[in-house]
């Protein structure tokens, strides 16, 4: 429970260095930058040079690709129904389909199913989360930006991502043992960015813009936190009958608020950065209650 004591705690540094002007009005910019650069690259080197390959992995690793699947098309379809901008419309699809996998929802997983399911947990978010956002992400984050890329832009932006970079070298270097001191540096690194994401968020949080996007806000939400995550239950547990706490975990992992890159990504693109940073921001404080509700019902699983 110390992570999310930690992650709490930094959300509610945020907004008090915001509130007291104890912090430049650039400071999130320059934290999302860092953590863009450095942080995520510094992970995605550690977690994914470790995962291990089988068919065991693939139902829970396929689980983020299906969930943002699910967020374009259906966003899509609400984006032309209530004609919605196209900067809202991406900051939708992009925030709305991708799920806190990680610093969220490993502490979270932790919690509720202990230590047995962490090895679920992970693979969700390295197999899933990671690889859904460094390829599906960053191309609808490129489709939705202001001056419409073409497919032969969208690819360079993916390329030379520096997240994405990291996670082909990772790849590569997988047969390779790592040095400790590599290991080390790389984990020292990465823990940089669960404090500062939270307090990217915690600065950029106008609770005033509720209001302003209270619709937008409740169907994103509304998908992420209970439509998504159902609709991963109808197709793994009622259609092709996976139980155990495996499953459990893959859809609790489901289950999880907006990812906090996810709308860094979204801001860096200039895809409604408020209603992105919202999502996030209230989607952490919901999932709470919705969180403790899907444990329970997937106690039967």
């Known amino acids: 429970m110390n992570n999310l004591l930690l992650l709490i ?21 320059t934290l999302n930058s860092f953590i863009i650069h450095v942080s995520l690259p510094a992970l995605t080197l550690l977690y994914i040079h470790q995962l291990k390959f089988s068919g065991d992995v693939l139902l829970t690793g396929l689980m983020a690709w299906l969930v943002f699947g699910l967020s374009v098309g259906f966003f899509w ?16 699809m992009l925030v709305g389909g991708l799920g806190n996998t990680s610093f969220f929802g490993l502490p979270m997983v932790e919690a509720f199913y202990g230590q047995s399911g962490l090895t ?6 390295q197999l899933g989360s990671f690889f859904a956002l460094s390829v599906l992400g960053i191309t609808v984050a490129g489709i939705y930006s202001s001056g419409r890329p073409t497919a032969a832009e969208i690819v360079k932006r993916i390329a030379l991502l520096p997240p994405f970079i990291s996670l082909v070298i990772a790849l590569l270097l997988i047969p390779i043992e790592y040095a400790e001191w590599f290991s080390v540096l790389l984990k020292r690194l990465g823990d940089t960015l669960a404090p500062l994401a939270l307090l990217s968020v915690g600065m950029q949080l106008r609770l005033g813009h509720i209001a302003e996007h209270k619709r937008n806000l409740a169907l994103g939400l509304s998908f992420k936190l209970i439509l998504a995550p159902l609709a991963i239950y ?12 495996s ?32 999502m996030v921001a209230v989607g952490l404080i919901l999932s709470f209650i919705t969180l403790s509700g899907w444990w329970y019902f997937l106690g039967s699983v």
Request: with cysteine; hydrophobic share 55%; charged share 15%.
């Open 247 to 278: 499953m459990q975990v893959t859809l609790f992992e489901a289950a999880m608020p907006p990812m906090i890159t996810a709308a860094i990504v979204a801001s860096e693109h200039d895809l409604d950065p408020p209603l992105a940073n919202l």
């Open 77 to 92: 379809f609400i984006g032309r129904w209530l004609k919605l901008s196209r900067a809202t419309t991406g900051a939708l």
């Open 234 to 245: 109808l197709l793994y547990v009622q259609l092709i009958g996976a139980h155990g706490l």
């Open 120 to 125: 679920t947990a992970i693979i969700a978010d």
């Open 9 to 29: 705690l930094c959300f509610i540094a945020g907004m008090l260095l915001r509130r007291f002007k104890r912090m430049p009005d650039n400071a999130p910019a």
